[in-house]
């Protein structure tokens, strides 16, 4: 009989799978099956809308302003001068050896520390006019922004909290035609005014030319209903008749002109009554005369001085 497996070599057996070296250079953990999404790696763009920053790796050093130290003026040829200066007591070392590479490696490096500082003092300066270009450009694009007025759009649809409550309140509020609007309404007034005027004293003229007529005591008004209506011994008749006997009705006359009697009058077409009531050419004539004469003395005139 086979002698039976003790459990410690039981519990420490391993899966013969596991123990085999893979030929992948990433780590047993990273490594994922062909069932996995991301067993075969595509490649992914960055979003559209997001700007892609790659990691920087590391930190850069803050750059040391090298003309810091000149506080005393002087010039760039004078601070490499000083740097760079001369032996005091040159001297003339043998050739290939250890001094005369000591003395050539020396001015290699003073030649390199004058190109230097010279490149450095000419990328400052193209450093500070592309500077002062570009500040310029974002002010003047600033005071452009500033400056424009705002859309129809925004103008409409802007809120009214913008609005100064203290001049709203307590100014008068601005209003750059009111001097023409008072000049305007000023003529109107006094064009109105004149022509009440002119009325009026038309009015009193008219007054005065009929004042006249005017019944204004008893005798007079006697006088008037006498010659209008007669007395009772002799009344007024109107009109005869075939008989020559007179009526005392007023229709004895005929009947009241009508408006289209006037009218046919005017254009010729009157018949019968309204022929013989009408007035004729001559009086419509005087009428006429008189009103444009009252129209150019800018009085009136009576009818019986016509």
């Not at 040829?77 to 020396?106: F, H, Q, V």
């Given at each position: 009989?086979p002698?039976?497996?003790?459990?410690?070599?039981?519990?420490?057996?391993?899966?013969?799978?596991c123990?085999?070296?893979?030929?992948?250079?990433?780590?047993?953990?990273?490594?994922?099956?062909?069932?996995?999404?991301?067993?075969?790696?595509?490649?992914?763009?960055?979003?559209?809308?997001?700007?892609?920053?790659?990691?920087?790796?590391?930190?850069?050093?803050?750059?040391?302003?090298?003309?810091?130290?000149?506080?005393?003026?002087?010039?760039?040829?004078?601070?490499?001068?000083?740097?760079?200066?001369?032996?005091?007591?040159?001297?003339?070392?043998?050739?290939?050896?250890?001094?005369?590479?000591?003395?050539?490696?020396?001015?290699?490096?003073?030649?390199?520390?004058?190109?230097?500082?010279k490149?450095?003092?000419?990328?400052?300066?193209?450093?500070?006019?592309?500077?002062?270009?570009?500040?310029?450009?974002?002010?003047?694009?600033?005071?452009?922004?500033?400056?424009?007025?705002?859309?129809?759009?925004?103008?409409?649809?802007?809120?009214?909290?913008?609005?100064?409550?203290?001049?709203?309140?307590?100014?008068?509020?601005?209003?750059?035609?009111?001097?023409?609007?008072?000049?305007?309404?000023?003529?109107?007034?006094?064009?109105?005014?004149d022509?009440?005027?002119q009325?009026?004293?038309?009015?009193?003229?008219?007054?005065?030319?009929?004042?006249?007529?005017?019944?204004?005591?008893?005798?007079?008004?006697?006088?008037?209903?006498?010659?209008?209506?007669?007395t009772?011994?002799?009344?007024?008749?109107?009109?005869?008749?075939?008989?020559?006997?007179?009526?005392?009705?007023?229709?004895?006359?005929?009947?009241?002109?009508?408006?289209?009697?006037?009218?046919?009058?005017?254009?010729?077409?009157?018949t019968?009554?309204?022929?013989?009531?009408?007035?004729?050419?001559?009086?419509?004539?005087?009428?006429?005369?008189?009103?444009?004469?009252?129209?150019?003395?800018?009085?009136?005139?009576?009818?019986?001085?016509?």
């Amino acid at each position: 009989m086979p002698p039976k497996t003790s459990i410690s070599s039981a519990l420490s057996w391993r899966c013969p799978q596991c123990t085999v070296r893979t030929f992948a250079s990433s780590s047993k953990l990273l490594a994922v099956g062909p069932e996995h999404p991301r067993y075969v790696k595509v490649p992914e763009p960055p979003q559209q809308t997001v700007p892609h920053n790659p990691p920087v790796k590391g930190t850069l050093p803050i750059p040391r302003n090298v003309f810091a130290g000149n506080s005393k003026g002087r010039s760039d040829d004078e601070i490499i001068a000083l740097s760079t200066p001369s032996p005091k007591n040159p001297k003339n070392p043998p050739k290939g050896s250890r001094e005369e590479w000591k003395a050539k490696m020396s001015e290699i490096r003073k030649q390199n520390l004058r190109e230097g500082v010279k490149s450095l003092r000419a990328r400052q300066i193209s450093d500070e006019r592309h500077q002062n270009v570009r500040q310029a450009a974002k002010q003047r694009e600033r005071q452009e922004l500033l400056q424009r007025p705002d859309r129809e759009d925004e103008r409409l649809t802007a809120p009214s909290n913008n609005m100064d409550l203290d001049a709203l309140y307590n100014k008068p509020i601005p209003d750059p035609t009111r001097e023409d609007r008072i000049r305007t309404k000023q003529l109107n007034l006094q064009r109105h005014e004149d022509m009440k005027r002119q009325e009026r004293m038309e009015a009193v003229h008219s007054l005065y030319m009929n004042a006249r007529e005017f019944i204004v005591t008893p005798q007079q008004l006697d006088k008037a209903v006498d010659a209008a209506f007669g007395t009772p011994e002799m009344p007024v008749q109107f009109g005869k008749f075939s008989t020559g006997v007179s009526n005392r009705s007023i229709w004895a006359e005929g009947r009241p002109e009508r408006v289209q009697d006037k009218l046919n009058v005017a254009n010729g077409q009157a018949t019968g009554f309204a022929m013989r009531s009408a007035k004729s050419s001559s009086e419509i004539n005087k009428e006429r005369i008189r009103r444009i004469a009252e129209t150019f003395t800018g009085g009136k005139i009576e009818k019986s001085v016509e």
